[in-house]
């Protein structure tokens, strides 16, 4: 691992495990998408060791969402605003997030595979916003 002078050795490791983690998440869940479907659809010849197995897979992914809920408040700062409501609400959205996340990535994937490797990234300008963005800033 490379020197710091602000991390001990167990911050290192966990922040590569952390890294490491968000890395191989999502592929992960590449993977366990189109597993459930194929054994939706392939009828009566299905592999039951397989399919526990696959079904294993996905109940720890969304568990883990609800283990890093609970380690988040756990070692939450005394000053944290943050509740256990917003918690819930967070095991709430995730799947979603997860799911929205993984189309975008497979249909980067698939752009990236069909030729397409060009970015197209919105400049940031220093012109002043429109009479309607600054209309939306009142309406709160």
């Known amino acids: 691992m490379a020197r710091s002078h602000h991390l001990d050795p167990i911050q290192k ?24 479907l194929s054994l939706h659809l392939s009828g009566a010849d299905r592999d039951l060791n397989f399919e526990a197995l696959n079904f294993t897979l996905m109940a720890l992914l ?15 700062p005394a000053q944290a605003s943050y509740s256990l409501r917003q918690g819930l609400f967070y095991c709430l959205l995730s799947p979603l997030y997860f799911w929205l996340k993984t189309l975008i990535g497979m249909v980067a994937l698939y752009n990236h595979l069909c030729g397409s490797r060009a970015w197209h990234v919105t400049a940031r300008t220093k012109q002043k916003p429109s009479k309607w963005v600054l209309g939306l800033r009142g309406a709160k």
């Open 62 to 76: 969304t568990l883990s969402v609800l283990l890093q809920v609970v380690v988040a408040l756990q070692l939450r």
């Open 13 to 36: 490791t966990s922040w590569v495990l952390m890294l490491l983690f968000s890395q191989y998440f999502y592929p992960l869940v590449w993977q366990v998408i189109p597993m459930a």
